[in-house]
């Protein structure tokens, strides 16, 4: 299996900034994309960014010119870097990848999810 942990979360001023850390480890042999996704409360879980192992990214719009994602592949982990964050963006961030097992096993994985609260 495959586990990943979040860490980064807290409460910001709107116009601040957070960065987010995603770590997966258990039986990897590859993620082939890796991203965030974000829910509100009474609101649908929703793409925040995802990024290829080759690097290419895909984002929202709601998030384009404010949010970066970025991956290091040798350490299996997804970065995103929020910048003037909005109220908005208040919701709990998941870390999502997909990938392969060590015994060539395809499957989606899904974080605890960290919290990211934007005051006004």
């Known amino acids: 299996q495959v586990q990943l942990v979040e860490s980064g979360g807290g409460l910001v001023q709107a116009g601040g900034s957070l960065r987010l850390s995603c770590v997966a480890s258990?039986?990897?042999?590859?993620?082939?994309?890796m991203g965030w996704y974000r829910q509100a409360p009474g609101k649908q879980r929703e793409l925040v960014a995802t990024i290829t192992r080759d690097g290419t990214t895909n984002s929202a719009d709601s998030v384009k010119g404010r949010f970066t994602i970025s991956r290091d592949n040798a350490k299996n982990t997804v970065y995103l870097q929020m910048n003037n964050l909005k109220p908005e963006d208040t919701a709990v961030y998941y870390c999502?990848?997909?990938?392969?097992?060590?015994?060539?096993?395809?499957?989606?994985?899904w974080g605890q999810g960290t919290q990211v609260t934007v005051s006004s």
């Open positions: 258990g039986s990897i042999f590859s993620l082939n994309v």
């Open positions: 999502n990848a997909q990938g392969l097992t060590i015994v060539r096993l395809p499957g989606t994985y």
